[in-house]
């Protein structure tokens, strides 16, 4: 009787152990074969990835035999002023493309040792802003930089103490039409010296 109990016991116990024995192998073989490729996924992307090398880090400068073209729009006369000199001419051997586009100069490489640079420039071109323009207003006269057509910067403003029949009449005359032109700083100063009694200081 106890061969036998001991029998069904053991037999009992091999049931459950193969049993146990079979879930465990179907729940490994799942997690490998399911579960096991998102798993490994951080693993396959670490392996396949590579550092990225910047190519265009290489810092760009003005050479020592490089010819440049400077082209300068200027926006409130609409002329542009274009020059060419050396790098070492003009001093910009050495420096960056970076430091150029900050002064606001667009470059490019047009030759092996040849440059273009441009840019634009919210003002009267030189040889505008060298003149010098009267206008009447109603304080009195206002000097502007410029000329009738592109006037500039407003330079001056002088009250006016006499009458206005006691200035020159060319002066008058030019007024009357939109302003007496003058060529440069040296003119408006001499101009100034003969008014000098008729302005208030």
């Known amino acids: 009787m106890e061969r036998t109990t001991m029998r069904r016991f053991w ?3 091999s049931l459950v152990l193969v049993f ?17 490729a998102g798993a490994d996924e951080p693993y396959q992307v670490a392996a396949q990835w590579e550092p990225v090398v910047n190519l265009e880090a290489e810092v760009k400068t003005v050479s020592p035999q490089a010819q440049l073209s400077f082209s300068e729009l200027y ?3 609409g002329h542009a002023v274009e020059q060419e000199f050396s ?13 150029l586009a900050l002064q606001g100069w667009a470059v490019a490489q047009t030759g092996e040792h040849s440059l273009a640079l ?6 009267l071109c030189p040889q505008e802003a060298e003149q010098r323009l009267v206008q009447r207003t109603e304080r ?4 502007f930089e410029g000329t009738r057509e592109h006037l500039g910067r407003l330079l001056l403003e002088m009250p006016v103490q ?3 029949a006691e200035l020159p009449p060319d002066f008058l005359t030019s007024l009357a039409e939109g302003g007496y032109q003058l060529a440069s700083q040296a003119e408006l100063d001499e101009l100034l010296e003969t008014l ?4 208030v200081n």
Do not use: K, P
Request: hydrophobic share 45%; glycine share 10%; aromatic share 12%.
């Open 140 to 143: 009195g006269l206002a000097v």
């Open 20 to 36: 146990v024995f079979t879930v465990s192998a179907s729940y490994i073989y799942f997690a490998l074969s399911d579960g096991g």
């Open 196 to 199: 000098d009694e008729l302005l």
């Open 75 to 77: 926006t409130l006369c």
């Open 11 to 13: 037999f009992v116990l």
């Open 118 to 123: 441009n840019r634009q420039r919210d003002e």
């Open 162 to 164: 006499a009458d206005e």
């Open 87 to 99: 790098a070492s001419e003009c001093g910009l051997v050495g420096v960056s493309f970076d430091e």
